[in-house]
């Protein structure tokens, strides 16, 4: 009797979401589907919603070091599909400066690598040169501030907490707490490359850069699990001022309209935790 007391007191367990912010809109992450909210020109939202690709079934829950990637991978994949099924969407990259800015990182970071001898100077410069198109990206008011919005409205669920403006516009699984970790493991995984093989192929590059990228991961999902020790408040420290500094904005009450619109679209669509999925 007891027991059966506890568990109808005990809270309901939460979805675990993420996000992405677009330029006009919101999309959210859920565990097998994803769904977005757009503010369309004439002022109306636009929603939609659909089940996630998989590329390895399984693989995601299962494979340290490679789950990372996958997941980023599928996360990558709905890109598209929210291109296809909502036409007022504007993706983040969706601009000619920013898509410039890319192809002028790419070169530029090629060349440094082809004329300049393997230096943590050198790689520095690379790492900062390559975080360039998000810089210019999230000049976009519009864009940092739904990605505030996203913030807000996913700690506000978890919390359950009703007003969602007051909640900080900092989250601590932004993706912004990968930027200088994933910075340094690609510093160092192409300083030893290179100083350990005479002129690696794109493909050794891509191993090296895949590895590193594992290991952020995996130290970002080692922090989330021990929040509040000294060495997971270290890991998450410089992407939170990141987020104070630039990559978020306090948004509007009709850009957090939107953000709730995706968070009632995507509770809609997911199965309750522990439910089957349809």
Known sequence: MAETEAKAGSKPKKLRLGGM????????????HWAAAVR?????????????????PGLVAKAPGLRGPVKLAEAMLVLPLVR????????????????????????????????????????????????????IAL???????????EHKAIAAYEQGVDDVAAVPKEHDRCGSNLVVPMML??????????????RPGNATRAVVGLAGASLAVEAFAWSDRHHGEPL???????????????ATKEPSPEQLEVSLAAMAEILRAEPAPGEPSA
């Open 139 to 149: 000049s976009d008011r519009d864009l940092a501030a739904y990605h505030g919005a």
């Open 84 to 135: 296809k099924r909502m036409g007022a969407a504007r993706l983040p990259f969706e601009e000619p400066r920013v898509l410039g800015a890319a192809a002028l990182t790419l070169g530029l970071s090629s060349l440094l690598r082809r004329r300049v001898p393997a230096t943590a100077a050198r790689e520095g410069v690379i790492q900062a040169i390559g975080a360039v198109p998000a810089l």
């Open 185 to 198: 493991m690609s510093a160092l995984g192409t300083i030893a490359l290179e100083r350990l093989v005479d």
């Open 232 to 246: 997971a408040e270290a890991f998450h420290a410089p992407g939170r001022e990141i987020q104070r500094l630039w």
């Open 40 to 56: 369309r020109p004439d002022g109306s939202i636009e929603v939609a919603s659909e089940r996630k690709p998989e590329l390895v």
């Open 21 to 32: 912010a677009l330029r006009n809109g919101l999309l959210v992450h859920g565990p097998t």
